[in-house]
């Protein structure tokens, strides 16, 4: 079983960021379904910021190169 760092230190951010973009586009077709605006990319972006600044960073994150 790999754990948390190891999974995405492997993968790395561009598996996360191309599942964002799927979300993103999954929930902007519901939102259009119910008469309500999409979410932009800037919008996401803003708000993953927002989030990120309460997040623990991986230990691989800390470690000096």
Not at 24 to 47: A, C, F, W, Y
């Amino acid at each position: 079983m790999q754990t948390r760092d190891e999974l995405y230190k492997k993968f790395g951010p561009i598996l996360l960021e191309a599942m964002v973009l799927v979300l993103l586009n999954q929930v902007n077709i519901l939102r259009h379904e119910q008469g309500m605006p999409k979410i932009t990319e800037q919008d996401l972006i803003d708000s993953l910021n927002n989030h990120l600044t309460d997040l623990e960073p991986y230990a691989w994150m800390q470690e000096e190169t």
